[in-house]
């Protein structure tokens, strides 16, 4: 393999291994964020049950106060409160020679069942803005998600393609290797054929020039000068021709 090619093969091999890392990241990613999403939601479910009980109980409370009041015809606002009906001493005592059912502490119905309800109205306010948030968290997570998931898989699409180029390199390697290999083995059975009938040619260009030859004049010989050499260009015999 030349050094351009082990170059390329170790370039690609450095890519396969940066995308894994990559796609080890975003999975740990997702992880991470599957397991944040998954405390949220308990954490949201606690809190609206802890809501819709509490909730629950003041709904009671409030409804068993009004019903109180109302079968002891307790009146709901100061404006209704008869000035005999307060005490100076206990104003949860009739005083003796009382002739009236006893009417209770009527200025404070209307507050408590007002505080009763202003709790209640804020415990059901917190919880629909505990719902939203919820909801917004659900969606974005599902969009996190999503994202995350395409990612992964365009970078899985990149790391097979980066390894079929490497897995194709390899294989036009070998390729190369198997034709050179076969090559020299040609060359040289070429070589040895060549050097095998270096004699024989030899003999047959001798018996060719005795005959063309007269031996009476050099000039009289008018053959041409056979050299012959194996594929290095070394000469291993000649012949006139």
């Known amino acids: 393999m030349c050094s351009s090619d082990l170059s390329e093969a170790t370039d690609l091999s450095t890519q396969v291994d940066k995308v894994a890392e990559a796609i080890v990241k975003e999975q740990k990613a997702k992880t991470d964020k599957k397991d944040l999403r998954n405390e949220d939601h308990e954490a949201y479910i606690a809190f609206r049950k802890d809501s819709q009980k509490g909730i629950s109980l003041l709904n009671k409370a409030i409804k068993a106060l009004l019903k109180f009041y109302q079968k002891n015809k307790l009146g709901m606002a100061m404006a209704q409160e008869d000035p005999s009906d307060k005490y100076t001493y206990d104003q949860d005592k009739a005083p003796e020679g009382f002739k009236k059912s006893y009417g209770g502490r009527k200025g404070e119905s209307r507050g408590i069942v007002a505080i009763l309800t202003l709790i209640r109205d804020?415990?059901?306010?917190?919880?629909?803005?505990?719902?939203?948030?919820?909801?917004?968290?659900?969606?974005?997570?599902?969009?996190?998600?999503?994202?995350?998931?395409?990612?992964?898989?365009?970078?899985?699409?990149?790391?097979?393609?980066?390894?079929?180029?490497?897995?194709?390199?390899?294989?036009?390697?070998?390729?190369?290797?198997?034709?050179?290999?076969?090559?020299?083995?040609?060359?040289?059975?070429?070589?040895?054929?060549?050097?095998?009938?270096?004699?024989?040619?030899?003999?047959?260009?001798?018996?060719?020039?005795?005959?063309?030859?007269?031996?009476s004049d050099d000039t009289a010989y008018n053959g041409a000068m056979l050299w012959t050499t194996d594929h290095t260009g070394e000469e291993i015999g000649r012949a006139h021709v």
């Open 122 to 215: 804020d415990m059901v306010k917190q919880l629909k803005k505990a719902e939203g948030q919820e909801s917004e968290q659900v969606a974005e997570y599902r969009s996190f998600v999503q994202e995350t998931n395409d990612s992964i898989d365009s970078m899985n699409d990149n790391k097979r393609s980066l390894k079929g180029q490497l897995a194709q390199n390899e294989e036009d390697r070998d390729n190369t290797q198997e034709a050179l290999e076969d090559n020299r083995k040609l060359l040289s059975e070429t070589d040895s054929a060549a050097k095998a009938l270096a004699p024989r040619i030899l003999e047959d260009a001798h018996e060719l020039e005795s005959h063309a030859y007269d031996g």
